[in-house]
């Protein structure tokens, strides 16, 4: 059970509407439909019962948020009152109380520490890191672009994004050990996103197949996470990368700095939100590139005129607009993280509804950014619709696929300029086709995976 100090603000909601919802199972309630189809299931709430969508799982009774006003209320105009409670628990368990899971002034304490960490200014010395990565790997894939043989970019770009964050984070290298972290933390995100899924599951304590897992997963992460940080503090040698910033950021007020316990939280959230995420973007990126050759096109064009074939450099991504355009489209229609939830600690009204206090509130970047009420046609892939006069007049939580608020991700900057380095290496040199006859499922896990990866041929530019 989780506690925290947080209060809410003293408001006193009107008695809005009553929310209504999908009937369920007199005991499980809406659980198996949430786990045969879990954005299926969000999809049709939304367009079934309006902004507000009420639900069960087991016995906990959910309000699902689907239009914009009622995510910037959560998420900053009254987010003293929506705090990660209890659900957040499944991720706490191998996250520890890191920045994306903590709340309170414990989580206001660690923002402070790491965000000079993640300011724009400090991202540039990591942009060599980047490029480096991006270089090697396309190199090594004119070998794969000749053979014709397919290959599945989903893993292919998660191995660059560690190898980038465990550069960044680590000034070194360790692509076995990163392998494995990147595949433990796959497995205890899946595990995560079962367990809010899955009511009365029994906890890590009981040797399921399924805990057992999670478990070996956990210790493996733990082992290597604490190794690293107890050799870089016994090290005399002067470092700049962000295990180093992290370990000498001290509080303002009492000098402190974090705890072994506290710099592994951290380094793990890292890793989840400094890889996974932005691999998946890029995931989905290349396939729509490679289901729309006239965008393709277009980009490739962009940035002949911008590069003229050499490297991309931070300072290009200003004149790139249309680069970033096409990430913010994929951003739109594959968020990562397609769905979150709050928990409220006083009375409330979102949308005209009544919310009580107590209560369990999910959001969807997916359900929103997909809504036709906000986005014309929005299954069709158009990075037009973020040329700058047409964001003018769009509501701020209409797009937010890194949150948004005092708790919007701290690795947005980083994650974006990274997409849009590693975007450009790759355009600059290959073209992808879906290898034939494959389709391009969803999996809904922690993260918005394709399902099965995503196998493409790989064909050199000049082809």
Known sequence: MTTTTLTSKQITPSRGRDVTGPAGKPVLGNTLQFQRDSLGFLMRAASEYGDVARYRLGNITLYQINHPDGAQHILQDNHHNYIKGDYWDSLRQFAGNGLIVSEGSFWLRQRRLMQPVFHRQRIHQYEEIISNASNTLVDRWCFIAASRQPVDINRELTHLTMEIVTSALFSTQFSDEGNEISEDITTVLDHANYLFATPFYPSLA?????????????ERIDEI????????????????????????????????????????????????????????????????????????????????????????????????????????????????AWASNRSTLADDELCGYFIP????????????????????????????????????????????????????????????????????AIIQRYRMELVPGYTADLKPSITLHPKGGMPMVLHAVMD
């Not at 399921?208 to 956990?218: G, V």
């Not at 090290?235 to 001290?250: F, G, H, K, P, V």
């Not at 970047?365 to 047409?390: G, Q």
């Open 206 to 218: 009981v040797p399921t197949p399924r805990n057992r897992r999670a478990r070996r997963a956990i």
């Open 225 to 336: 996470i604490y190794k690293i940080i107890a050799e870089r503090r016994r090290s005399d040698t002067q470092s700049n990368d962000l295990l180093s910033l992290l370990i000498e950021a001290r509080d303002t007020e009492n000098g402190e700095g974090m705890s072994d316990r506290q710099l592994h939280d951290e380094v793990l959230t890292i890793f989840i939100a400094g890889h996974e995420t932005t691999a998946v973007a890029l995931t989905w990126c290349l396939y729509l590139l490679s289901q729309h050759p006239d965008v393709e096109k277009r980009l490739r064009c962009e940035l002949e005129s911008v590069l003229g074939g050499r490297a991309p450099t931070i300072d290009d991504l200003p004149a790139l607009s249309y680069t970033r355009q096409v990430l913010d489209e994929t951003l739109r229609l594959y968020p990562p």
């Open 357 to 424: 206090a107590n209560s369990v509130v999910v959001f969807s970047p997916y359900v929103i950014h997909h809504d036709p009420r906000l986005w014309d046609k929005p299954e069709t892939f158009d990075p037009e619709r973020f040329a700058a006069e047409r964001t003018v007049e769009r509501h701020r939580f209409a797009y937010f696929p890194f949150g948004g608020g005092p708790h919007q991700c701290i690795g947005m900057s980083f994650a974006l300029v990274e997409a849009q380095l590693v975007l450009a």
